[in-house]
């Protein structure tokens, strides 16, 4: 499988992930075995050894131990089946570094997978992405690549792979929503946090990690502790993938080994900071000019500076565009990406948008953001509600001087540009409740099942609103139910 | 405000995937088990009891769920006593009971065909006899009002409301033929049995009465006349200065200017 465009690649430093990458869209399994070698199969307690000799953590945001990570399932497994899951589902949209790992080099990652299942005698590796994308179609590719070459004759693992392809939103890459997602329910953060480590997969111990995760714990069987820890700082060594777009005139995937200063990473992009650089995705935080400057790019110096690499996200916003607006942009996404399921958050995120798009017109108060903010954080299942009140809460500190010119002129005089990358919103039938008034009568039950879209005037008439295409069952039930026979539903637009 | 997965303010437990579930496997066991019934002697015994108390009593039950639902679709416009809430329960109402309804008079005739009380013709054609043949003049209005009863939301569209009354208003007919049908046809009623159906019949006739009445005698529905400034001929009277002043700063200015 040759994929038409894929996503774009740089590098600093040594080619570890990236490596052939600069010469084909999509290493297939020739070529990876070409420039990787043979995989060899090693036991369970060397693998936790290098791991731990190199500190490697989980690449999806949380950085949590790896090796930690591989005892717990080995412990909950204990004589029982395991499942290794790899986490190519990322909601964010700012991230393409699971895309481009899937689409352009799949076999790294199958490989860091596969070794991970055969040390834990795992039942199956299971591969959850995108449903419809090019990244599906490309491991779907390289899953089918390694079966045809074990028919010809070679020697890959006969250990199970499935590709599972899930719907894209924000919080379906939640570790606790993707392993729904992929035992066929709903793919919403569960209200119980359970470990995937000890309950996943058909309830099985599951070892749930992030692509890049796998592609790294191949790369690092490969080279051995010694080799892998030749780049990068000391205490985090190895390399990271950023993934760079916003203002950057090339938007990338960077390798780059720990230690980098940010404002190499963003130099090869070719990108200005101009109002401040977002670390960590939409559930990250703002570095202004000053700090991403001397910003280094590792956990430890996101942290000195005051953000978090996260899952290596790094969006410059540059000069051109109205800093605040942007992310009003943002916050109303994730108040849409809401699951809707703990009220706080379903409630709660619409009105810090609310808040935070009066700012931007210059009405709103940074008190009202605050506070409502304050009524979200740490008020739900899953990281969704604190991870948006960081954003906006570091929004505000960032850009202090371009609210107060907001608040002072109503607008900083810069446009709106979309910088920041948002999917194209769905578009969603909406209804429209038609009455014909000479048959009206009054009756009002219109009024008593539709009350948020239904109101009635002193005299006991209704006026309706739009109704969305998701309560179009509500509506029609109440179109039915009136005794006049006046109401119509009828389609938008 | 609602939220997609939450499109209603207090979330019916009735529909959650555990109670279809429930319904479905319950479903599936009583036809099973009917059909395990037939497999022992025993078992065709009880079933033969089965159908011997549906042959004695569908049709009653048939008449009195369908007398609940004429009642019901009466009451579903009253706007006197019922709060709009309560009307839609009371169509809620409506409808279960006409499906209890239906479905019981859809056993009775089935019944009645299939144990060769009546031919099958009898179905649509009032030929086995007046009291009989009420029966099946009956059925044939009730198929009209059961059709315009499913089809509600279609006149609705199409623009004939007018349309859909008259032929669900069919069930005024209907049923009191359903009823002579009842007391006449097979085994003699109770004397208290006839006293109700009476009873209920004078009930329902005197509220549609009452609902036919306040129609026709319903005012006219007229612009409401709101009064005008009349107008006059007398010759205009120069206004009298009124020396107060209007807005505080000419207040200000007035108290300057007087010192």
């Not at chain 1, 005139?249 to 070719?270: F, K, R």
């Not at chain 1, 800093?323 to 706080?344: F, N």
């Not at chain 1, 002072?408 to 709106?416: A, D, F, K, L, Q």
Request: hydrophobic residues 45%; neutral net charge.
């Amino acid at each position: 499988m040759i994929p038409h465009s894929v996503p774009r690649v740089l590098r600093m430093g040594p080619a570890r992930l990236t490596a052939g990458l600069d010469h084909t869209r999509r290493l297939d399994l020739p070529a990876h075995r070409t420039l990787h070698g043979d995989q060899v199969p090693r036991p369970l307690d060397d693998i936790i050894a290098q791991v731990e000799e190199v500190d490697m953590r989980g690449r999806g945001g949380a950085a949590f131990p790896f090796a930690r990570k591989l005892r717990a399932v080995a412990d909950a497994a204990h004589g029982r089946e395991s499942v290794v899951l790899v986490n190519g589902a990322e909601g964010e949209p700012a991230s393409s570094k699971d895309a481009m790992l899937l689409v352009r080099n799949p076999h790294l990652v199958l490989d860091g997978a596969v070794l991970a299942a055969e040390a834990l005698n795992a039942r199956e590796v299971v591969v959850a992405t995108v449903e419809g994308e090019v990244a599906e179609a490309s491991i779907t590719a390289a899953v089918a690549e390694r079966r045809a070459a074990n028919v010809a004759g070679a020697a890959e693992s006969r250990i199970g792979i499935r590709v599972v392809g899930l719907q894209e939103r924000f919080i379906s890459g939640e570790g606790g929503a993707l392993v729904r997602a992929v035992n066929g329910m709903d793919p919403v953060p569960p209200g119980r946090k359970r470990r995937a480590s000890e309950s996943g997969v058909d309830g099985l111990p599951t070892l749930l990690s992030n692509t890049e995760t796998f592609a790294q714990l191949a790369v690092l069987a490969e080279l051995g502790p010694e080799q892998y820890a030749k780049t990068g700082t000391s205490r985090e060594p190895g390399t990271v993938l950023l993934s760079v777009s916003g203002g950057a005139a090339t938007a990338a995937v960077v390798e780059a080994p720990t230690g980098t200063p940010l404002i190499d990473v963003l130099d090869l992009c070719e990108a200005e900071i101009g109002d401040g650089v977002l670390i960590g995705g939409y559930h990250g935080a703002w570095l202004d000019a000053e700090t991403a400057i001397s910003a280094v790019v590792s956990r430890e110096g996101m942290k000195l500076a005051g953000g978090s690499l996260g899952a290596g996200i790094v969006v410059p916003l540059g000069e051109s565009t109205c800093p605040l607006g942007e992310a009003a942009r943002v916050a109303s996404y994730l108040a849409a990406q809401s699951s809707g399921q703990c009220g706080p958050c379903r409630l709660g995120l619409p009105d810090v948008a609310r808040a935070l798009g009066g700012l931007v017109e210059g009405t709103g108060s940074i008190d009202a953001v605050r506070r409502s903010v304050r009524s979200v954080e740490r008020r739900g299942a899953c990281f969704h509600p604190d991870g948006t009140a960081r954003f906006v809460l570091s929004s505000l500190d960032a850009f202090e001087s371009d609210i107060a010119l907001h608040l002072e002129h109503g607008s900083c005089g810069r446009p709106v540009r979309g910088v920041l990358p948002l999917p194209e919103p769905e578009e969603e039938p909406e209804y429209r409740l038609d009455v014909d008034w000479t048959r009206c009568q009054g009756h009002g039950l219109c009024a008593h099942l539709l009350p948020e879209f239904v109101e009635l005037d002193d005299y006991g008439f209704p006026s309706f609103k739009t109704v969305p295409g998701w309560m179009v069952k509500e509506a029609s039930r109440a179109v039915g139910m009136c005794p006049a026979l006046a109401l119509r539903l009828a389609r938008t637009g | 405000m609602l939220h997609r997965r939450q499109p209603r303010h207090a979330p019916g437990t009735l529909d959650t995937r555990n109670v279809r579930l429930g319904v479905s496997v319950s479903i599936a066991a009583i036809l099973l088990s009917g059909f395990a019934l037939t497999r022992t002697d025993r078992g065709i015994e009880l079933l033969g009891r089965g159908v011997a108390f549906l042959e004695y009593f569908a049709g009653v039950f048939a008449l009195v769920s369908l007398t609940a639902t004429v009642a019901l679709g009466l009451l579903t416009t009253e706007r006197v006593f019922l709060s709009p809430a309560n009307r839609v329960r009371a169509q809620l109402a409506h409808r279960a009971a006409a499906f209890a309804g239906t479905a019981f008079l859809l056993t009775h005739v089935a019944l009645m065909i299939s144990l060769g009380h009546v031919p099958p013709a009898a179905l649509l054609i009032p030929m086995t006899g007046i009291w009989v043949g009420l029966g099946t003049l009956a059925f044939d209005m009730m198929i009209v009002v059961v059709v315009t009863g499913i089809a509600r939301g279609r006149f609705a569209v199409t623009g004939r409301p007018w349309m859909w009354r008259l032929m669900h208003a069919t069930s005024y007919v209907a049923w009191p033929v359903a009823i002579l049908h009842g007391l006449t046809a097979g085994r003699w009623a109770a004397s208290w049995v006839a006293w109700s159906y009476m009873a209920s019949l004078a009930a329902v006739a005197s509220a549609l009465l009452v609902r036919l009445l306040a129609t026709m005698l319903r005012p006219p529905l007229m612009a409401e006349q709101v009064d005008a400034p009349a107008v006059s001929d007398a010759p205009a009277e120069p206004a009298e200065r009124i020396d107060a002043p209007v807005s505080l700063a000419e207040a200000r200015r007035k108290y300057r200017e007087a010192g």
